[in-house]
């Protein structure tokens, strides 16, 4: 050994006072990753358009036509498309939410359409008026209008 080589005892040394950094290193490691892509960040991290606003416009849903329609899957009971048109009670403010006159369609929360049951059920009918809330947005990315109707059951049974 020359002068300049370190002695074997500094060598065990400097491995003994690195062992407990070997020993945490994959604590450490497996800690920055979880607290990265999981627990408390991931809760934390903001919704991607944030979290939205709806003003709401209390009014009535006339039935304007119930025709039969195809749909895929079960082919052995009859879906229906029901329009409607929104009757608000009071003026809405918002530009981009002027409904007047123009039919919208009513469907299961997957966007179906109805079967028979649903329709004898809530007595569905062209021209009958159901309860209904035109939700518009005032803040946020989601769906700008939105309509609901709180005397039906929208999940077909």
Do not use: W
Not at 4 to 24: A, Q, S, V, Y
Not at 25 to 32: E, G, L, N, R, V
Not at 69 to 76: K, L, Y
Request: some cysteine.
């Amino acid at each position: 050994m020359g002068a300049g080589d370190p002695t074997p005892n500094f060598r065990k040394r400097r491995l003994c006072h690195m062992g407990p950094f070997f020993l945490f290193m994959p604590f450490i490691f497996f800690f920055s990753i979880t607290h990265a892509y999981g627990g408390e960040a991931a809760r934390d991290a903001p919704i991607v358009g944030g979290p939205c606003e709806y003003r709401n416009y209390e009014g009535t849903a006339r039935i304007a036509s119930i025709k039969k329609v195809a749909e895929r899957g079960d082919p052995s009971e009859d879906k229906f498309e029901i329009r409607f048109v929104f009757l608000p009670k009071e003026k809405i403010k918002e530009s981009f939410a002027q409904v007047g006159g123009r039919e919208f369609v009513l469907q299961i929360h997957n966007m179906s359409y109805f079967g028979p049951r649903f329709i004898e059920e809530n007595r569905i009918q062209v021209e009958v008026t159901i309860d209904c809330i035109l939700k518009v947005i005032i803040r946020g990315t989601c769906t700008p209008i939105l309509f609901e109707f709180p005397s039906l059951k929208l999940e077909e049974k």
